[in-house]
């Protein structure tokens, strides 16, 4: 439990700094384009890449605070005991495919890094693809850890 | 079979994301390919020009909602359109169009703007069952107004150019709103609403009070239709304008405060769609693969045989899928499968992401599980039944206008080609 709170609190804090680089690095793009006709070459490139890490911290945290869209149909017309084991059960499932996800992230960051493919310059690529095995791994604990809360307490999210 | 487990998985509840991902998982295993393929895909996120544009306009959206400005905004259109006879609702669909327009109709329009106008509306002697379906069937109303999120999302997937895309729902989004205020200045003519009288002092007051917000959707789309910047650095610098104005200017925000709070519950919205956005890149590489687009369409072929059917047909499945889907996986999952259809039976790309986004649009709000519905019925705390009756005449007079938007493709085309040339 405790983990996932510190957890979470180095997500945000990583979240906090990659949107604020990415805002910073395109501001100083357009002012250097308008102004000078001039631009970093790497800047560009690099933001992009950055949206992976949104993608997937954000996507962690969202899993913390159990904001992920879904469709929700039978809980809000379910009974309680029912919705508390429906609720366990897709826990689990999400369990699952997260750790299979985290896998496949996993066997293609390595490859990269083996390889020694470059995002840009002497830019390693497997910097930004490592956010994705971590973050789908981070998802699979947390949803065994809701699963587990709701077996021990009935609490629902 | 998989595919009706997996449908039945999502109803149960399990996040659409694991849904997506399951079945990329089990796809490529089926045909024995190394499920990294789905990561490739995913990563291809960072190769989208415009997919910055998401976080920077979600961070927007949410500086400007925990400000003052959605009370600015209502004082502003107040003092512009009050004295009409039904000039409240009117204020209440421009200020929710803006408002849901920038916070990617996410539900938040309610919420915010829900509580202002509602006292407001019930003062003028507007029923309870009308103000409530109008607060309902608005908060959704900024769809086809840029910069909505859905609108950038469907110009990416469907790789449709994002200022065509803007510029054709122009005219279908003045459209709406027009003939929702026609149905209710007739309401505000047959209850003699009291009016307030226009007075200039009190709209250069609020728009004084406004002055620093009014410039923004003019630098967003000024910029894009000018060509000056791009969609993702229009992004970039209405989301460091916000900043700058609501936090110094106005100070309704404090920086370290509530700025880290602020970034953090955006990007949580972000992330919850850019996950779902990446296992789909998975799953749509394989659907290609697979050629099933193209077996749905021979298979549709069979059954459909005109133009006409096959947007009737389009118009009720989209209804269905807005009032069961949240807005933004509805687009990642449906659009790669229509969209050559469509394109099969002649209909333009930017004509048919006009029919999409306004077919959802209305989706929010229908019954059973338009999440709009839910989301003012927890608002108002009014049973949910009370809701779908007031949403109806609302409905109503949207699905007109669907129905003109649909089969009329000029209406979403003609300022397109006076723009850009056909």
């Known amino acids: ?157 | 079979m998989i595919v009706i487990i997996l449908i039945l998985t999502a109803l149960l509840g399990v996040p659409l994301f694991c849904v997506i991902g399951s079945l990329a998982l089990y796809a490529f295993s089926s045909v024995e390919i190394d499920s990294a393929v789905i990561i490739i895909e995913m990563v291809r996120l960072a190769s989208a020009p415009a997919l910055l544009a998401i976080p920077l306009f979600t961070f927007t959206g949410y500086i400007l909602a925990e400000s003052n400005a959605p009370s600015r905004m209502v004082d502003l259109s107040r003092a512009l359109f009050g004295w009409l006879p039904g000039g409240v609702p009117v204020v209440a669909f421009i200020s929710c169009a803006f408002f849901s327009a920038f916070t990617g109709v996410s539900g938040v329009t309610i919420i915010a703007l829900g509580g202002l106008l509602y006292p407001i509306l019930r003062s003028q002697k507007y029923s309870e069952t009308f103000s409530l379906g109008l607060l309902t069937c608005s908060g959704s109303l900024g769809l086809l107004m840029p910069p909505s999120l859905p609108l950038i999302l469907y110009g990416i997937i469907a790789e449709t150019p994002i200022d065509k895309l803007f510029v054709a729902c122009v005219i279908p989004e003045i459209m709406l709103i027009t003939f929702l205020s026609m149905f209710s200045v007739r309401k505000g003519l047959a209850r003699e609403t009291k009016r307030v009288k226009f007075s200039m002092s009190e709209v250069l007051r609020t728009a004084k009070a406004a002055a620093f917000e009014i410039p923004l959707p003019i630098i967003i789309l000024g910029g894009i239709y000018s060509g000056l910047f791009t969609a993702t650095e229009a992004a970039a610098i209405s989301a460091a304008y916000a900043l700058i104005v609501e936090v110094f200017i106005y100070r309704d925000l404090r920086f370290f405060k509530d700025m880290p709070r602020i970034i953090q519950q955006s990007m949580v919205l972000v992330g919850s769609i850019l996950v779902i956005l990446g296992v789909a890149l998975g799953l749509t590489s394989y659907m290609v693969d697979a050629q099933i687009p193209m077996k749905l369409l021979a298979w549709m072929q069979e059954y459909i045989v005109s133009k006409w059917v096959f947007l009737i047909v389009l118009n009720i499945f989209l209804l269905i899928v807005g009032c069961l889907m949240d807005i933004f996986s509805a687009i990642i999952v449906i659009v790669p499968l229509i969209k050559p259809i469509a394109a099969s039976f002649g209909i333009d790309p930017i004509h048919l992401g006009v029919i999409f986004l306004c077919n959802l649009e209305i989706g929010y709000s229908t019954p059973p599980v338009g999440i709009n519905l839910f989301i003012a019925s927890s608002r108002f705390e009014r049973s949910i039944l009370q809701l779908y009756r007031a949403a109806l005449p609302f409905l109503a007079i949207l699905l007109i206008g669907l129905i003109l938007i649909t089969y009329c493709p000029w209406l979403s085309l003609w300022l397109v080609n006076l723009l850009f040339g056909s």
Not at chain 1, 38 to 60: E, P
Not at chain 1, 62 to 68: A, D, E, L
Request: charged share 15%; aromatic share 12%.
């Open chain 1, 1 to 157: 439990m405790k983990i996932s709170d510190y957890i979470a609190f180095v997500e945000k804090a990583l979240l906090t700094l990659v949107l604020v680089s990415i805002l910073v690095v395109l501001l100083v793009q357009i002012v250097m384009r308008n102004i000078w006709n001039t631009g970093f070459f790497y800047a560009d490139i690099i933001a992009r890449q950055l949206i992976l890490w949104i993608c997937f911290l954000g996507a962690s945290l969202c899993t913390y605070n159990r904001k992920h869209i879904k469709i929700d149909l039978v809980n809000r017309f379910c009974p309680r005991p029912a919705s508390r084991w429906i609720g366990m059960g897709t826990d689990v499932f999400c369990a699952v495919v997260c750790i299979l996800l985290a896998k496949a992230g996993y066997v293609f960051t390595l490859d990269e890094y083996q390889t020694g493919s470059m995002v840009t310059g002497n830019i390693p690529q497997w910097i930004f693809l490592a956010v994705i095995p971590v973050s789908f791994s981070v998802m699979a604990g947390r949803f065994l850890l809701h699963a587990v809360r709701e077996l021990l307490t009935g609490e629902q999210p």
